[in-house]
Structure formats: C-alpha cells, structure tokens
C-alpha cells in the first residue's frame, strides 16, 4: 500500500511524514523537521516599525519611523530626516522587540510622530559625513576662543555636526545661566551653519569626551550608563570607605557613579548588623568600635593604652551582641580577649605577636639590617667627601695647619665702628695734612 501523504507507491520512511513509516520508498516529497519547523507561523520579533538609531559613537540616540518598502538591518548606516531641515546619517542600535522595549522606558507612546528613515546611506553621505567629524574639533577650539572674547561663564565641551553639514550642535556646561544671544550671531556668521545651543551637566560632558577610569575600564557614563543618579557621601560611609574627596570623585568632578552599584548588597548585609552599638565595657576598660568588616561580619574593638598603643580585638557579630546584652543588665565580661574570633582571615593585631595574617612584602628583612645599612652607607659618603678647606692642599694632599687659638671677641676687644662714614672721612684728610 502506499504513503498516503506522498506519490510514492512503497511505504514511506521520511522523517515527519504522517504515514508512521508505512512507506519505505525514498521518493517521498513529505517535508522534513526542520523544513516543517521553518514554515511554521512564528511571531515576527521586527514587526514594529520604529528603530533607534546613535549618532556620533552613541553620544545620542534616538526613535525614528521605518517605512515598509525599506530593509534594513542592526548596524547599517541610513540617512533620516531632521526637525530643523535636512538630513542626518545615524547608525541603527536596536530593532524589534527590543525597541517597544526601549520606548516603554523611555516613556514614548508607540503611536507618537516620529521623524522617518529617508534611505540607506550611500557613498557621498558618507564622505560628507567624515568631512563633518573633521571639522568638529576645530569648531570647538574656535567656539571657545569666541566665548572667552565674549567673557562668558561656560566651557564649550563638544561640538556636533549634522550628516550633510547644514546644523551644527555645541554642548556646553555652566553654573547658571548664559546669556548667548549675541554668541550664536558670531557663530552663525563664522561657522556659516545653523547654530544649537545645548546646556549639559558634568557627568553628561564627561560621558561626550570618554577616557578610563581607576578600574582601568572605560568610564561607564560613556558605555553603557544612561541615566544618571544622584551619589552622596552616604554610600561611601555605608562601604566604610574613606571620605576623601579627591579619590571619591570621578573625572567629572562629581562622585563617582559606582559607589552606587553595590550599595544595596552593603545595606542587606548591615541589616543583620546591631546597631548603635559604639561602645563594649568590660573590667578592664572601656572598648572602642574601630572598624567593621561588613562581609566577614567582624567588629574590632579596642582598648585606649596610657602611651598611646593600642591593642585590637576582632569580633564576631554573635559575641558583640552578647556583651551588649549583658551591659544592659549591668553586667561586664573580663576582658575582650575572651571573645577574639578564631579565624586566620581575621585581622588580630596584638602588642607582641603582631597582626595574624599579615605579610611583609620586604620578605624576611629585619629593621636592624635596615639600620645596618643605613649606617654602612653613611660612612661611605663621608670618605668620599672633600676637606673643608681646599686652598691649604699641597702637591701631596692636604698639609697639617697650626692650632691657632682666636682671639675671644668680648665687648671690650670689639672695634667700635664709626657711625657716620662722612665724619670720618674728613678727620682722616686732616691727620694727613
């Protein structure tokens, strides 16, 4: 009998054919699985009609309107249309699904009028376009030449081209407000272009101009950082981080928007963390909270010695709350030593064993070798200096000299030196004469 879903008359062996292997012909015309699973219907992840596009190495981006006619694909270069005339050439970063996506975060209805992709770019869009990003920094040296002419307060800090070289956008920062009215005249008069003034915040120049950060990555605001947060020193404090300005802050001058990415893991571990707790007593003394290693969930405490010195004493989060518990019945522990954490990890610093874990990276070098050596070149340099008085050396070195003793300089044996020069002078012509 044959298949009942081919022609052949043999029983069919092919892989999807309905017949359950009743036909063993090898003529069967069934579609295989992966034929069978390419025809199906599936969604269409690009059936939205918007892309987004970045201008300039992603400075900005940008939704615009996709014409049906037009196929186009993630990184192609298009020219669309701008809103002061004209035209723009923008790379396409985002297309499909991953766009609604994007819209719904940006806050951007899907039915909103956007501006349409005009084609896709040609040979002469992109020779003008590389003419527009070689003039840009000399437009920029030149902008803020004209501005400080002009004595206004801001800094010039990019400057941007439109594809066909009609519009030019300069991004400046300032304290306040900046009255430029007569700027953009000079500006339009020569630079020959339509002028837009765009007012931006440190972080936002430094995301526009790049460079590396103390990780040794390129700075976030400049890869993938869009939204900006307000960091405060807070952060730094709940890290246990020095608050030093100067190392807390980025190259924008602001702090640094990493302190912010862990502080929620630092906030969850605090939790468990007692709190007000500055302060242990026990016979021997009052103890001091120094320090808290949050992930090891250690508190070193410490006892204030007569000289000076002080001896510290790490603790786990348990026995911290223990002796807390105990001073809010009046009770006091011996000593905090007691209570030392056992563990190699821990840092025990101790009067005369030292901290645990710590190794010097002079290798086993003492202070006294130090000392040793210090002396030892010491005594080179002074054989190698010269005598103090170089004009009694003779042809064999230098000659041995006299003790002479010098006259004590006492008030009686001091000369008295004449106040007025004139008087003595003319008392000197008349002994001659």
């Given at each position: 009998m044959g298949c009942s879903n081919c022609s052949s008359t043999g029983g069919c062996s092919s892989t999807g054919c309905g017949d359950n292997g009743n036909c063993n012909s090898g003529g069967c015309n069934k579609l295989n699985t992966f034929d069978w699973l390419a025809n199906m219907e599936m969604p269409d992840m690009a059936q939205l009609d918007v892309v987004e596009l970045s201008f300039k190495d992603n400075m900005r981006k940008a939704f615009y309107r996709l014409p049906p006619y037009l196929q186009i694909h993630t990184g192609d270069l298009v020219a669309v249309e701008s809103k002061s005339g004209g035209y723009d050439i923008g790379r396409v970063s985002l297309m499909g699904e991953l766009v609604r996506l994007q819209m719904k975060?940006?806050?951007?209805k899907p039915n909103a009028i956007l501006p349409n992709v005009l084609r896709t770019a040609n040979e002469r869009d992109l020779e003008r376009l590389a003419e527009a990003r070689a003039a840009e920094q000399e437009t920029m040296v030149r902008a803020r030449v004209l501005a400080r002419e002009l004595q206004l307060d801001m800094k010039i800090g990019a400057v941007e081209y439109q594809g066909d070289r009609r519009k030019a956008t300069f991004y400046y920062t300032a304290d306040g407000r900046v009255d430029f009215r007569e700027l953009i005249r000079i500006f339009a008069r020569e630079f020959r272009v339509k002028i837009e003034m765009r007012q931006i915040g440190a972080r936002q120049e430094s995301a526009l101009i790049g460079g590396l950060g103390p990780c040794g990555r390129e700075l976030c605001c400049s890869t993938w950082l869009t939204d900006f947060k307000s960091v405060s020193t807070t952060a730094a404090r709940y890290q246990n981080l020095a608050i030093n300005q100067s190392k807390l802050s980025g190259q924008c001058g602001r702090l640094k928007c990493c302190l912010n990415f862990e502080l929620n893991t630092y906030l969850d571990a605090l939790k468990t963390f007692p709190k007000h707790i500055h302060r242990l007593e026990t016979e021997k003394g009052s103890a001091q909270l120094l320090k808290t290693d949050i992930f090891k969930r250690i508190m070193y405490f410490a006892y204030q010695k007569e000289f000076g010195g002080m001896e510290v004493f790490p603790l786990s989060v348990e026995r911290v709350q223990e002796i807390a518990a105990q001073n809010k019945k009046g009770q006091k522990p011996y000593h905090l030593s007691e209570f030392i954490v056992d563990n190699k990890t821990s840092h025990h610093f101790n009067k005369e064993t030292g901290p645990d874990d710590f190794?010097?990276?002079?290798?086993?070098?003492?202070?006294?070798?130090?000392?040793?050596?210090?002396?030892?070149?010491?005594?080179k340099r002074k054989r190698k200096r010269k005598p103090k008085n170089p004009t009694n050396q003779g042809p064999k070195g230098p000659q041995p000299t006299e003790n002479k003793t010098k006259p004590s300089r006492s008030k009686s044996n001091r000369k008295k030196r004449p106040r007025n020069s004139q008087n003595n002078k003319a008392k000197h012509d008349a002994n001659k004469k």
């Amino acid at each position: 009998m044959g298949c009942s879903n081919c022609s052949s008359t043999g029983g069919c062996s092919s892989t999807g054919c309905g017949d359950n292997g009743n036909c063993n012909s090898g003529g069967c015309n069934k579609l295989n699985t992966f034929d069978w699973l390419a025809n199906m219907e599936m969604p269409d992840m690009a059936q939205l009609d918007v892309v987004e596009l970045s201008f300039k190495d992603n400075m900005r981006k940008a939704f615009y309107r996709l014409p049906p006619y037009l196929q186009i694909h993630t990184g192609d270069l298009v020219a669309v249309e701008s809103k002061s005339g004209g035209y723009d050439i923008g790379r396409v970063s985002l297309m499909g699904e991953l766009v609604r996506l994007q819209m719904k975060k940006k806050r951007v209805k899907p039915n909103a009028i956007l501006p349409n992709v005009l084609r896709t770019a040609n040979e002469r869009d992109l020779e003008r376009l590389a003419e527009a990003r070689a003039a840009e920094q000399e437009t920029m040296v030149r902008a803020r030449v004209l501005a400080r002419e002009l004595q206004l307060d801001m800094k010039i800090g990019a400057v941007e081209y439109q594809g066909d070289r009609r519009k030019a956008t300069f991004y400046y920062t300032a304290d306040g407000r900046v009255d430029f009215r007569e700027l953009i005249r000079i500006f339009a008069r020569e630079f020959r272009v339509k002028i837009e003034m765009r007012q931006i915040g440190a972080r936002q120049e430094s995301a526009l101009i790049g460079g590396l950060g103390p990780c040794g990555r390129e700075l976030c605001c400049s890869t993938w950082l869009t939204d900006f947060k307000s960091v405060s020193t807070t952060a730094a404090r709940y890290q246990n981080l020095a608050i030093n300005q100067s190392k807390l802050s980025g190259q924008c001058g602001r702090l640094k928007c990493c302190l912010n990415f862990e502080l929620n893991t630092y906030l969850d571990a605090l939790k468990t963390f007692p709190k007000h707790i500055h302060r242990l007593e026990t016979e021997k003394g009052s103890a001091q909270l120094l320090k808290t290693d949050i992930f090891k969930r250690i508190m070193y405490f410490a006892y204030q010695k007569e000289f000076g010195g002080m001896e510290v004493f790490p603790l786990s989060v348990e026995r911290v709350q223990e002796i807390a518990a105990q001073n809010k019945k009046g009770q006091k522990p011996y000593h905090l030593s007691e209570f030392i954490v056992d563990n190699k990890t821990s840092h025990h610093f101790n009067k005369e064993t030292g901290p645990d874990d710590f190794v010097d990276g002079s290798g086993s070098l003492e202070l006294s070798e130090l000392k040793e050596d210090r002396k030892r070149n010491n005594r080179k340099r002074k054989r190698k200096r010269k005598p103090k008085n170089p004009t009694n050396q003779g042809p064999k070195g230098p000659q041995p000299t006299e003790n002479k003793t010098k006259p004590s300089r006492s008030k009686s044996n001091r000369k008295k030196r004449p106040r007025n020069s004139q008087n003595n002078k003319a008392k000197h012509d008349a002994n001659k004469k």
